[in-house]
């Protein structure tokens, strides 16, 4: 029977793993950025998360995913190129995204 | 630090295969269930009770991140990855995903070479990096997959125009994986129609000719393989579809009725080969219209993208390009009666209106929009233009879709029955784009040898 020498079929790797980032002890004085993919009700959702970390950390700041625009309708590019300068002129710590579906 | 909220257990494992990928230290809450299944009561609980704990932990917990799934080759081009009989390769393959779950042709660097012989560009050029593999798109890895594919090697440019229009950013490929499970269709213009013997007429999508077959396989496979679309984690499609053949289109009939080929309406030369792609979420039903009337077939052509198009596409922004596929009896109808492609593309969107009642009503149906959302308010604020609130009358007639939507005209199937068929696209994703197949130079003497 024939034997066949073979190659993979796959691209090479062009990305690099990104370094591990560290996390905060606690949420309380930190400012929470909200991303939004627009989609399943993100405006009651982002609220009751809110409401829900409100209650066990009353100190933390939102910035609301409309201040970063919706990252899947037509200007998705922008808005996702915008990002870095927002989060960082929202001084945001941490960020949500949602709803991924 | 971040955390992503994910929708159950698939999306859950989509968002970390992706991000292990892109090498992101990415984390996810799970919403338990399916989340549009549940009214905000029950979206309430759940947030409370299940999804604000992980969001706490994933933000405050200094977990190690998972380990990066390893979707790309390490291994260089020509590295032999094994040896063995047919079967034994393809059970090798399978076994890695590396199949569509059909026999492949083993790819050897013998096979792969006579692939590369139909192109002037080096193996070693990078056609683009691809998501949500971040693997790089390369000439040999186009060469690879189509061997596999069953392609005969001088379907190489063509190969490489398809590659590279998947490797552009305005096709969205990245978002391949979503959960409409879209497939390509892939449009052939061009006098390589005819030298590489790619069928536009009767049954032209049926599995059977080589040519349409084999390619649109190609696109399949290589979608696996390079960009690493995978169901069960980064191809999240609810059902899924086969890979289309490749839609030839009939340049002559074109011709006959003074209607431009879909490459030339797209801006390039008639004698210049053409690769025009898009998703198709669906086709319609492959529908009768009858009489000599051009009014008839307009009316249930119109008819047909009414019930293919559905009102939330156009609420949420969506801007899209559909196709039309018609048979040169009805284009000879059209043709004859004064329209042209573009003439049918703007009828259509003028006429393929319903009322605004069936609008709103259809829009909120599907969990597309926050409660409350009118057509009024989408007005207001700018996400609809005004046409689609010039009153408050509820049965006034509203379009379905935006103004900038494209239509692909394309003649195509039996010259002698009059059926068409519409192909949804979706959005910015698989959006049309176009592509000039590079040939090398020494062309005609390849195909002759």
Known sequence: MPEYKVVNPLGRRAGQRKGHVRHARTLDGLTIGELSNNKFDPEFTFQEIEKALLKRYPTIRFVSHREFGDTYGSRETDVIESLPEKLARFECDAVISGNAG | ?449
């Not at chain 2, 096979?111 to 949500?132: C, N, Q, W, Y």
């Not at chain 2, 009489?291 to 198009?309: F, K, N, Q, Y």
């Open chain 2, 1 to 449: 630090m971040s955390v992503t909220i994910a929708i159950g257990e698939g999306f859950t494992r989509s968002v970390k295969a992706i991000g292990a990928q892109a090498g992101l230290d990415l984390k996810v809450a799970t919403y338990p269930g399916v989340i549009s299944t549940h009214e905000r009561e029950t979206v309430a609980r759940n947030i409370e009770n299940v999804l604000v704990e992980q969001i706490v932990r994933h933000l405050t917990s200094d977990e190690a991140p998972e380990q990066a799934i390893a979707q790309g080759s390490s291994s260089a081009d020509r590295d032999i990855v094994f040896a063995g009989t047919f079967e034994a390769v393809n059970q090798h393959f399978y076994d890695r995903g590396w199949t569509d779950g059909l026999p492949v042709v083993p790819p050897t660097v013998e096979k792969i070479e006579a692939f590369l012989r139909f192109t002037d560009r080096s193996p070693d050029e990078v056609l683009g990096v691809m998501h949500p593999s971040l693997a790089q798109a390369t000439i040999w890895n186009v060469a690879v997959n189509g061997v596999m594919a069953g392609c005969r090697p001088e379907y190489m440019p063509i190969l490489v125009a398809i590659a590279e229009v998947m490797a552009d950013p305005r096709y969205g490929l990245k978002h391949g994986g979503s959960t409409p499970g879209w497939e390509a269709m892939i449009i052939l213009n061009g006098p390589i129609r005819d030298q590489l013997r790619f069928d536009c007429k009767q049954g032209l999508q049926r599995p059977g000719n080589q040519a349409n077959t084999s390619v649109g396989r190609f696109y399949r496979l290589f979608a696996r393989n390079v960009p690493r679309f995978l169901p069960g984690s980064t191809d999240m499609a609810t059902f899924g579809q086969m890979f289309r053949g490749v839609v030839a289109e009939n340049e002559e009939a074109c011709a006959e009725f003074g209607w431009a080929p879909l490459h030339v309406a797209r801006g390039y030369e008639p004698d210049d080969n053409v690769v025009t792609i898009t998703s198709a979420r669906t086709g319609s039903d492959p529908f009768t219209t009858a009489g000599e009337s051009p009014e008839r077939h307009l009316e249930m052509i119109v008819d047909w993208a009414r019930r293919m198009i559905e009102p939330y596409q156009s609420s949420r922004g969506y801007v899209e390009s559909h196709v039309l596929v018609l048979t040169p009896v009805i284009v000879s109808l059209l043709a004859r009666a004064g329209y042209s492609k573009a003439d049918l593309a703007e009828h259509i969107k003028k006429h393929a209106t319903v009322t605004a009642r069936y609008y709103e009503w259809h829009m909120m149906l599907g969990d597309h929009h926050t409660p409350g959302t009118t057509l009024a308010g989408l007005v207001e604020q700018g996400s609809l233009p005004r046409e689609w609130h010039l009153s408050d009358d509820p049965d006034r007639l509203v379009p379905l879709m935006l103004p900038q939507t494209d239509w692909l005209i394309v003649v195509a199937g039996d010259p002698l029955r009059n059926r068409s068929c519409i192909y949804r696209q979706n959005f910015k994703q698989g959006y049309a784009t176009s592509k000039k197949i590079q040939l090398p130079k020494k062309w005609g003497a390849l195909l002759s040898s």
